[in-house]
């Protein structure tokens, strides 16, 4: 059974960093590609970034495209969401999520998922 595992969240003020963490296990790593999505409270779930099993290929929407950094240590088994510049409109849950097949995070529709971990930037 695949298990994924966020966490790093917490309440920061704006243009504070944070770095996000997530583990999965069940399946090797290396197979997996991995992404961050994040829900918003009234909102839908939006992806945010994604990669290659072999941490290559990043994608990021425009919203934090240049703001977030997305990496990944194979030997480690995490996955990592660096937030830098943050903003008020950055507050969510943070999902990360895997799957097998990348056109599934092409599409905005991975596999598996976390539970989430709540990211809060506020003055």
């Known amino acids: 059974q695949v298990q994924l595992a966020e966490s790093g969240g917490g309440s920061v003020q704006p243009g504070d960093p944070l770095t996000l963490s997530c583990t999965a296990s069940?399946?090797?790593?290396?197979?997996?590609?991995m992404g961050w999505f994040r829900q918003a409270p009234g909102k839908e779930r939006e992806r945010i970034s994604y990669l290659w099993r072999d941490g290559s290929v990043p994608f990021y929407e425009d919203s934090v495209k240049g703001r977030f950094s997305i990496s990944r240590d194979n030997t480690k088994k995490l996955l990592y969401l660096e937030l830098s510049d943050t903003k008020p409109e950055d507050t969510a849950v943070y999902f990360c999520a895997d799957d097998t097949v990348w056109a599934n995070f092409v599409l905005g529709r991975p596999t598996y998922w976390g539970q989430g971990t709540q990211v809060t930037v506020s003055s």
């Open positions: 069940g399946i090797p790593f290396e197979d997996i590609h």
